[in-house]
């Protein structure tokens, strides 16, 4: 067996921010997900509730697609995606479900479920792994708070707390200044889906 350096497909020690992709067999599913790693151990949290969390009970596998489109993570933290935007690839009789705007994705095992009132952690173990497209990419500040700004979302939708739409206010001026047109259209996207009645 062939093991997989993480490192080579982008998803390195700490918390990588992702957008991981499930698939129940006719429904492809993504939604931006941290993956952890420590020490060579990799793990999920995933709250109860999502459809990430339905389909990683029903068959233990996700993908963790590395994403660099900011319109892609704001799509995926709402729920609108298209199935155009998936390809199925089939590993070991599994169907897989990733992204075709991945510069690369890992597949991975969920083993050693544990569930709590709240949440599953599961530990996962990478099964394959592929690179779309290799990019050096400096950080950009307007593309960070993008992740944020879409964190923020998932917390204003859970509480509708307008603590978190000030919060998305504020990031929105920096990342009009600081991110290139995909990241202004991203935070118009979010903002437009938030606060529409
Ligand atoms: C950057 C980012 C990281 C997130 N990380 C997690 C996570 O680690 N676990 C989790 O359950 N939800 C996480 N979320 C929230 C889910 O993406 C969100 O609840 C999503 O709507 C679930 O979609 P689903 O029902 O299609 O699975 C995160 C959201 C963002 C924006």
């Known amino acids: 067996m062939t093991t997989i350096d993480l490192d080579d497909f982008g998803i390195g020690e700490g918390i990588s921010e992702t957008v991981v992709t499930t698939y129940n067999g006719w429904n ?3 939604a931006p997900i941290g993956i952890m790693r420590k020490n060579d151990k990799v ?3 995933l ?3 999502s459809n990430t969390y339905r389909n990683v009970l029903e ?3 996700l993908v963790a697609n590395v994403v660099y489109d900011p319109i892609l993570i704001v799509k995926s933290t709402l729920h609108h995606l298209d199935n155009s935007d998936f390809n199925i690839v089939s590993y070991d009789k599994h169907g897989l479900a990733v992204l075709k705007g991945a510069l690369s994705w890992v597949a991975f095992e969920c083993i050693n479920i544990k569930k709590t009132s709240e949440a599953l952690v599961a530990e996962i173990i ?5 690179v779309n497209q290799c990019r050096i990419k400096a950080p950009n500040r307007g593309f960070n708070l993008i ?9 204003y939708k859970l509480t509708n707390d307008e603590k978190y739409l000030k919060l998305i206010r504020a990031y929105r001026n920096t990342i ?4 290139a047109e995909p990241e202004r259209e991203a935070i118009d996207l ?3 889906q938030l606060t529409k009645k």
């Open 147 to 155: 992740i944020e700004s879409a964190i923020h979302a998932t917390r």
């Open 59 to 61: 068959n233990q596998l």
């Open 126 to 130: 990478p099964l394959h792994a592929h």
């Open 176 to 179: 009009v200044k600081c991110g």
């Open 28 to 30: 492809p599913n993504a």
């Open 190 to 192: 979010l903002m437009e």
């Open 47 to 49: 709250f109860r509730g």
């Open 43 to 45: 793990y999920v949290r």
